[in-house]
């Protein structure tokens, strides 16, 4: 059976706090996620209620996406932020122009190089939503050491802008885009 992409809906606040808390559990999460597995656990109800609120079906700033297996298990999720041109990113920068930004990327380890294709369906649902909101360019940063996963964001189209964002440990992340088949 394969997978169903899909927005998230608001009732479903326990289901994204379970697929997050995995996601920190990671090997790789330190590289990939700006929380820890701590911090979120320590989170109430009404944050992941709003949450998921924030990020579901029917809002216009954001967006999260699950890829739903057999038996209804999440396998992976991926939201997309719209970024507004003069607002600050997480990083501090200021964003020169309205865009999508592609944040919590995850999918379950035992999906990953499955050639169920997972992954690439989750950035396939994003990228539709995107485009179909008007916005003509996205982005995602990687860390530096996470190969793995720039490997796969340069197969799905992504390429490096050049960008770098240097985090308190001094360690790097590094821009990538796609834009709009019909923007370029």
Do not use: C
């Not at 996601?23 to 701590?38: G, I, K, N, Q, S």
């Not at 924030?54 to 396998?75: H, I, K, L, N, Y």
């Not at 992504?158 to 985090?167: A, D, H």
């Not at 440990?169 to 990538?176: I, Q």
């Amino acid at each position: 059976m394969s997978h169903v992409i899909r927005s998230i809906r608001s009732d479903e606040w326990a289901k994204v706090r379970e697929l997050r808390l995995a996601a920190l559990l990671d090997p790789v999460a330190h590289l990939a996620f700006l929380e820890t597995y701590e911090d979120a656990d320590a989170r109430p109800d009404e944050f992941w209620q709003e949450r998921a609120a924030g990020a579901s079906e029917g809002t216009a700033e954001r967006r999260q996406f699950v890829a739903v297996g057999p038996g209804g298990v999440w396998d992976g999720s991926v939201t997309v932020l719209v970024e507004e041109a003069g607002e600050r990113d997480f990083f501090g920068g200021v964003v020169e122009r309205r865009q999508g930004h592609l944040v919590g990327v995850y999918v379950r380890p035992e999906h990953r190089g499955s050639g169920a294709g997972v992954t690439r369906a989750l950035f396939e649902g994003a990228l539709e939503w995107a485009w179909e909101s008007g916005l003509e360019r996205v982005r995602l940063f990687v860390h530096e050491k996470n190969s793995r996963a720039e490997a796969f964001y340069r197969k799905a189209g992504f390429e490096p802008t050049g960008v770098t964002v240097t985090g308190d440990s001094g360690e790097r992340d590094l821009e990538f885009v796609i834009v709009r088949p019909d923007a370029a």
